[in-house]
């Protein structure tokens, strides 16, 4: 008889995620993710009844830099993926990868009930 090995996200997240208003230009956006070494930010929700976005350094390259946009004329909200991706974070990290593979995601934000 094997043991399953179990693992919940939350013991592999990033806790408190560099975050980032909608408003915000993509050369903010970059300036920060460039000073904090890291390639993705959470866009903050508006209001209570607002979803979180993301955005990740791929969307702005696709988005901004490939439909040649200047970075500081264009906004965080108009590339950003919203509502962000999400998993659970008492889910099992073997599902959430599974769940992140399947839809070709390199990013989520992790709910914590």
């Known amino acids: 008889m094997s043991q399953s090995f179990f693992l919940p996200v939350r013991d592999v997240m990033t806790r ?18 460039k000073a904090r070494h890291i390639s993705s930010l959470v866009v903050e929700r508006r209001d209570a009844q607002d979803e979180f976005g993301l955005l990740l350094v791929a969307d702005v390259a696709r988005e901004v830099i490939g439909q040649n946009r200047p970075l500081s004329r264009a906004n965080v909200y108009e590339v950003a993926t919203k509502p962000a991706p999400t998993v659970d974070a008492d889910m099992n990290i073997k599902y959430a990868i599974r769940h992140m593979a399947r839809l070709g995601l390199s990013h989520c934000v992790v709910l914590q009930g």
Do not use: F, K, N, S
């Open 16 to 33: 408190d995620p560099e975050r980032i208003e909608g408003l915000a230009t993509v050369q903010q956006a970059l300036d920060r993710m």
